[in-house]
């Protein structure tokens, strides 16, 4: 079975600083993660996914599998990245891609 | 396109109630899915549909719970007789065909059972 753990509820930085939150895995097949965010008064939504090794907002997340880690990073956090950000992987189940959500950790960027 | 939609947005009940959920996924997505949300378990999946069709219901957690979905641009999530435990955050989410790791969710339905 597929786990995800997030090991900070609450992560909380200075505006400016660099940020780092922090997801593992366990999963025995080839696994495919993803970040999403949910801000304050808004949807969850999908922040980025591994395969597309892109930046969405500034952050970035490398798949690391030796170490089962999937690390969302910032190098100089906004007071609007203030969210709750939950780390998934998508098992593939033969019909659709089921997702398995970690805790979450809520971000919490001050001046 | 309004996304998601879900109805209520609180539902305030008690204990021993019939609590309906109500979910009208983006038109033209072939999947919906229930989530519920806790702070002690965060995300966890209930159930999901594929064209109508419940296909996973094993994070559904007791026969308290059914989902049903009628047709492809409606769905309910129903707790009979409904419990204090089953306090959370309830969001509904479809996806379509080709990408069914992007999951587009609803605002969710806050429930609080006294």
């Known amino acids: 079975a597929q786990r995800v753990t997030q090991p900070e509820k609450l992560l909380s930085v200075f505006k400016g600083a660099p940020v780092e939150l922090k997801c593992n895995y366990s999963y025995s097949g080839s696994p495919e993660l993803f970040w999403y965010v949910q801000y304050s008064r808004q949807r969850l939504q999908l922040l980025l996914r591994h395969i597309s090794r892109e930046s969405i907002k500034g952050f970035t997340a490398d798949l690391n599998k030796g170490e089962t880690s999937f690390h969302l990073k910032k190098p100089f956090a906004q007071e609007e990245d203030s969210a709750m950000y939950y780390c998934?992987?998508?098992?593939?189940?033969?019909?659709?891609?089921?997702?398995?959500f970690g805790t979450g950790t809520r971000l919490q960027v001050t001046l | 396109d309004a996304g998601v939609i879900q109805s209520p947005r609180h539902e305030v009940t008690e204990m021993g109630q019939e609590v309906t959920l109500r979910c009208k996924p983006i038109s033209g997505h072939d999947y919906l899915f229930w989530y519920r949300q806790t702070m002690m378990r965060g995300l966890e999946l209930l159930i999901y549909?594929?064209?109508?069709?419940?296909?996973?219901d094993s994070g559904m957690p007791e026969d308290r719970f059914s989902a049903k979905m009628p047709n492809a641009s409606f769905s309910t999530l129903k707790i009979q007789p409904s419990e204090p435990r089953d306090s959370a955050v309830y969001f509904c989410a479809s996806s379509p065909k080709i990408s069914t790791d992007t999951q587009y969710f609803g605002p969710g339905t806050r429930l609080t059972v006294l």
């Open positions: 998934a992987l998508s098992a593939n189940t033969g019909t659709a891609s089921k997702l398995t």
């Open positions: 549909f594929n064209n109508n069709v419940p296909i996973d």
